[in-house]
């Protein structure tokens, strides 16, 4: 990005900073050709028209953006008028989503300012959580409404200038995160914002500027007044983009893990001879460089990882009591994701595939005759036993039964049939525990 005067008055609502298209490294040739199709009808039909948001600060960045948003001041049945292939979603916002196949371009009308006594039928505010907003307003009420300074930057199609109300260009060029206003008042207003601000503090490397971070240590308690289900994809976004370890060492930094995984922090907490965070750090990891490889990555994987410490600790509980193992893991995993739904929303076509991969951990001992055959036809095999690897890594599992799975699904089926006879492995041996010592060096804390 060029740098635009440096000694520039500090921005004042209403009295936005512009920078012409000389002075910005902005172009349309990396802009969506979908997006520009949406920005160039709006500006025909004489509405106003811009880019903004993540798409805008990626650019200016030298980023490659993940998608385009379009801000307008025409309605959003309006914008249904213009475009016939749009669909109008949301009723806490309502959005115009404009389809181009499977691309979609998010168009949102320019925000009011409205009222906070919470009496506008169109804009409703509950104990400082907005539960409703509808009310439009400027492009300037819009750009002051936003969260963070570096969204808040807009690209006009009608003469490709950039407009800067909240001084997001000086944020964008210090690497530093920004709210938009008081910051308590905008994290009760939606405190999903404070997982926002963790996402692009760890995607952007930027600093989190004082009075923006201070709250995430006071008001992670915020986060369950949010619908479960809007937490899933939050935390999606958060650990599926390619720095998960950071972001969960940033949210353990800022006590919001123990409010979306009480029962993991709780485990993780006591530090059990270091293999929880251990496990869970190198899972992490793990994700973040199939992330990096174009490899598949599912959420079952993700949430088998941050949830199996609590299932292991019930898991070991519950056999200690008696219990046999297959039907205590069983049981450990239903009793973890009661607990864990209402927190976190984990849809069954992925939670059903998580607890495959727990109840597979137990059958993974028995290799005796034909059970380490049937156990390779399963469809969860492959996660299983990865997700044996990864406890081996840990040392929280035997590595000698990785190791022993790793050479059998690529030994020959002679070899195989000796590697099933009854006596011809030495007994398992137990697992070794290391004496509990001070930090471990991967300590997420």
Avoid at 74 to 92: D, H, K, M, S, Y
Avoid at 169 to 198: F, H, N, Q, S, T
Avoid at 250 to 273: I, M, N, Q, S, V
Avoid at 324 to 335: D, N, P, Q
Wanted: charged share 30%; proline share 6%; hydrophobic share 40%.
């Amino acid at each position: 990005m060029q740098d635009s005067d440096p000694h520039s008055a500090p921005i004042r609502p209403g009295q936005p900073r512009v920078v012409p298209r000389p002075e910005h490294n902005i172009s349309r040739a990396n802009i969506s050709e979908q997006a520009l199709r949406v920005l160039y009808r709006l500006r025909q039909e004489n509405f106003q028209a811009h880019l903004v948001g993540g798409g805008v600060r990626d650019l200016l960045l030298g980023h490659e953006p993940k998608d385009f948003d379009v801000a307008t001041d025409a309605t959003p049945e309006q914008v249904r008028q213009v475009f016939r292939n749009c669909r109008l979603i949301g009723r806490r916002f309502r959005l115009a989503h404009v389809h181009f196949g499977r691309d979609i371009i998010e168009v949102a009308t320019f925000r009011g300012s409205g009222s906070d006594d919470g009496e506008d039928a169109d804009r409703q505010v509950r104990d400082g959580l907005i539960v409703r907003d509808n009310i439009y307003g400027s492009i300037e009420e819009d750009a002051l409404r936003r969260d963070f300074t570096i969204n808040a930057l807009y690209y006009d199609i009608a003469d490709f200038a950039l407009i800067d109300y909240a001084g997001g260009i000086d944020d964008l060029r210090a690497g530093r995160l920004r709210l938009i206003g008081d910051p308590v008042k905008r994290y009760r207003e939606d405190p999903v914002r404070m997982l926002r601000a963790v996402r692009f503090a760890c995607k952007l490397g930027f600093t989190i500027e004082p009075a923006t971070e201070r709250p995430l240590f006071e008001l992670g308690h915020l986060l369950r007044d949010i619908p479960a289900a809007r937490l899933f994809d939050e935390l999606l976004k958060l650990f599926h983009s390619g720095y998960g370890l950071d972001v969960f060492e940033k949210l353990r930094h800022y006590g919001l893990f123990g409010h979306l995984f009480p029962a993991t922090e709780a485990c993780l907490a006591r530090e059990d001879h270091d293999f929880p965070i251990t496990f869970v750090s190198r899972g992490l990891t793990n994700t973040d460089k199939r992330l990096a490889e174009d490899k598949p990555i599912t959420p079952a994987f993700l949430y088998a990882i941050l949830l199996w410490e609590p299932v292991r600790r019930r898991w070991e509980e519950l056999v200690a009591h008696g219990m046999a193992s297959i039907e205590a893991i069983l049981l450990a995993s239903s009793e973890i994701c009661v607990d864990q739904q209402p927190l976190v929303a984990i849809p069954k076509r992925f939670s059903l595939p998580m607890r495959e991969i727990w109840a597979l951990q137990p059958r993974l001992e028995q290799r005796d005759g034909k059970r380490p055959y049937r156990l390779m036809t399963h469809p969860r095999f492959r996660a299983a036993y990865d997700f044996l690897v990864l406890r081996a890594e840990a040392g929280e599992a035997d590595p000698e039964l990785a190791a022993w799975w790793t050479r059998f699904q690529d030994a020959s089926s002679q070899e195989r049939a000796r590697m099933t006879e009854p006596g011809a492995r030495r007994k398992r041996r137990p697992r070794r525990r290391r004496k509990p010592s001070g930090s471990s060096g991967e300590s997420a804390g």
